[in-house]
């Protein structure tokens, strides 16, 4: 198996928004799962510890294309991978949730054991089969506004970051509103 593609969004989340943006025109269904190991402390938002004590994610889309007779065929396109306890990792992650909130984009957590985490970010094993061997999941949209209430988790974090990000933010509005004008069209 092959390592994963490289698909930033750590400092670019704009550039990983209309990436978003151009798989759900591509395909029927998308959705953001953020993959974390099952042991990961979200509540660790510092880089006081050692490298692997702290908590790593990396964004998974699963794509989803119904073929003629009806039987959906679903692929997955892993991302990179980035330190929660990293404040700039971690706020331009919770920018890409929050594109994904206002996009109508599903998006749900999933944790594994280390070593499948592993597995999977270095394509030693199939998304859909690590998917379904473990389904534990969180909720990422805790951590980010969520139908126009403030996340439920760490809320001055999101504060923090909307400040430094109001170009970011203005720039999602722009895309979401081109993308809802173009979905118009087609009607």
Same mark, same amino acid.
């Given at each position: 198996?092959q390592?994963?593609a490289?698909?930033?969004?750590?400092?670019?989340?704009?550039?990983?928004a209309e990436?978003?943006?151009?798989?759900?025109?591509q395909?029927?269904?998308?959705?953001?799962?953020?993959?974390t190991?099952?042991?990961a402390?979200?509540?660790?938002?510092?880089?006081?510890?050692?490298?692997?004590d702290?908590?790593?994610c990396?964004?998974?889309?699963?794509?989803?294309?119904t073929?003629?007779?009806?039987?959906?065929?679903?692929?997955?396109?892993?991302?990179?991978?980035?330190?929660?306890?990293?404040q700039?990792?971690?706020h %331009? @992650?919770k920018?890409?949730?929050?594109? +994904?909130?206002r $996009?109508?984009?599903y998006?749900?957590?999933?944790?594994? /054991?280390? #070593?499948?985490?592993? %597995? @999977?970010?270095?394509?030693?094993?199939? +998304?859909?089969t $690590?998917?379904r061997?473990?389904?534990s999941?969180?909720? /990422?949209? #805790?951590?980010?506004?969520?139908r126009g209430?403030?996340?439920?988790?760490?809320?001055?974090?999101?504060?923090?970051?909307?400040?430094?990000?109001?170009t970011?933010?203005?720039?999602f509005?722009e895309?979401?509103?081109?993308?809802?004008?173009?979905?118009?069209?087609?009607?």
């Amino acid at each position: 198996m092959q390592e994963p593609a490289s698909q930033t969004w750590y400092k670019c989340p704009v550039k990983a928004a209309e990436s978003l943006v151009a798989l759900k025109r591509q395909f029927d269904r998308i959705k953001v799962i953020i993959v974390t190991t099952n042991d990961a402390d979200l509540k660790v938002t510092d880089d006081s510890n050692s490298t692997q004590d702290l908590p790593h994610c990396f964004p998974v889309i699963q794509k989803e294309r119904t073929l003629p007779g009806g039987e959906a065929l679903v692929t997955y396109e892993i991302w990179d991978q980035g330190r929660w306890s990293y404040q700039p990792c971690r706020h %331009d @992650l919770k920018l890409v949730l929050s594109f +994904a909130e206002r $996009a109508d984009i599903y998006v749900i957590g999933k944790t594994l /054991p280390r #070593d499948n985490y592993t %597995d @999977l970010y270095h394509g030693r094993v199939l +998304a859909a089969t $690590a998917f379904r061997a473990h389904l534990s999941s969180w909720h /990422p949209d #805790d951590y980010v506004p969520f139908r126009g209430n403030r996340p439920t988790l760490d809320p001055d974090d999101w504060d923090a970051l909307a400040k430094y990000s109001e170009t970011a933010l203005r720039r999602f509005d722009e895309i979401v509103g081109r993308e809802r004008d173009f979905a118009r069209s087609l009607t």
